[in-house]
DNA sequence: TACAATATGTCTTCTTTCAGACATATCTCA
DNA sequence: TGAGATATGTCTGAAAGAAGACATATTGTA
């Protein structure tokens, strides 16, 4: 039962919380969109629309919570997201309210 | 910053994970709607409608998160509710959950 | 006695979000 | 050369969610 509510939960913090998730994993290493996606689903067991993603992208870094930089690997081009101060601010700051929560100070 | 990030953190948790928040307060001691409803909004800071309120506490009961008994002083009825085993185990699935996003393991 | 607070409920309109399509281009492998 | 994977983007119709009104009754206080 608790492992079902675990899934359930996990799915609604994506759902919800998801541009937080994406700083999180940009976080450990810069990344570009598709990968994005394929970590996620992989990581979190979800289904991510692109076209949910990257306008989501595109927004963090117009917040300036990302930066991004284009590679350009023969024709292809890849748009390569790294996690800016305020984005790490924003993260922080995340964390910091889960240690509230888990801690009742709330 | 950091503040402010999050102020705006608690009130998308308080938005999206209401449901939670709730069976977190009602864990504390057996509560009604309208007790519920000044508590969430001066723990928090955040304006709650109680007509958002009332159906989500009605929700909760019927998913077995949650019973309720009415309580009559006078002529004035309150509806108390009780967390269940099953509202417990949902709380200890989110508790998990977030020790998990702090610890990065997902 | 009138007003504010306590107490619980529904319902409609508006707004936001979401799923999936539309769109385009490159690369790799069979 | 054709299919599937990589890569990024927009847009529209439908569904879900939110805000605030509508509704009713009691209690306490000025």
Do not use: C
Not at 47 to 66: I, M, V
Not at 68 to 97: F, H, L, M, P, W
Request: aromatic fraction near 8%; proline fraction near 2%; glycine fraction near 6%.
């Amino acid at each position: 039962m608790t492992e079902s509510f675990k899934k359930e939960i996990v799915q609604r913090i994506i759902k919800n919380l998801l541009d937080i998730q994406l700083l999180k994993l940009i976080q450990t290493q810069p990344m570009w969109g598709y990968k994005i996606k394929k970590q996620v689903e992989t990581n979190f067991e979800v289904k991510l629309r692109h076209g949910a993603l990257y306008p989501l992208l595109n927004a963090l870094e117009a917040k300036g919570f990302l930066a991004s930089q284009k590679q350009q690997q023969g024709g292809r081009i890849r748009k390569v997201y790294n996690i800016t101060n305020k984005g790490k601010e924003y993260v922080e700051a995340y964390d910091s309210v889960l240690k509230e929560q888990i801690q009742n100070k709330t």
